[in-house]
């Protein structure tokens, strides 16, 4: 059960980096479908896997592999958004955590907001950090929030419902993956 749940592991993590490539540029940010396969490897994995599943993705970006958004490689540090790309990890974790005992897709939409709102509550200071104290852009909280979530919250919501909607079919054809 170990080796076929880290080869999903692995398999979200390749997932989430394709879902790096389809996006729609936003100021700053891009619309990417990222979240929606950080949250379904929470869903489908838990919280160690689903988080594991996201350690790689980041990881293997930090080394180099063009997987992110923008390329790869330890500079991606002070990409404004990295911290979003760190806030997955937490992200999926939460989630993961959260819908242990859920089978309800409001149950599962519910998790997967509070793991969104982790998203945000790593990616926003950090892209804050990086655009003012880095870049020295001199923007405030208003105009952070705008450039890094605002615009994006509308597609959050969809990835949350399709993965609401998606993760108790996946979950019975796959047989329960969590651990």
């Not at 955590?97 to 926003?124: D, F, R």
């Not at 804050?128 to 880095?134: M, P, R, S, V």
């Not at 909280?141 to 909607?165: E, H, N, R």
Request: hydrophobic letters at 55%.
């Amino acid at each position: 059960m170990k080796i076929r749940t880290a080869a999903y592991a692995a398999l979200f993590a390749a997932l989430t980096a394709a879902g790096a490539f389809i996006r729609i540029p936003l100021g700053v940010s891009s619309i990417t479908l990222q979240f929606l396969f950080t949250a379904m490897a929470g869903v489908l994995l838990g919280a160690k896997y689903g988080a594991l599943s996201q350690l790689v993705y980041v990881a293997l970006g930090l080394l180099g592999i063009p997987v992110f958004t923008l390329g790869g490689g330890f500079g991606y540090v002070l990409q404004p958004t990295f911290g979003f790309l760190l806030g997955l990890i937490p992200a999926a974790w939460l989630i993961g955590k959260l819908t242990e005992n859920c089978i309800k897709p409001w149950q599962l939409a519910i998790s997967c907001a509070a793991g969104l709102a982790a998203l945000y509550i790593v990616g926003l200071p950090y892209m804050a950090l990086i655009l003012n104290g880095y870049m020295g852009k001199g923007m405030n909280t208003s105009a952070i929030f705008w450039a890094g979530m605002i615009p994006f919250l509308p597609g959050d919501g969809l990835k949350i419902v399709v993965t609401a909607l998606l993760c108790p079919i996946l979950r019975k054809r796959l047989g329960k993956t969590h651990e």
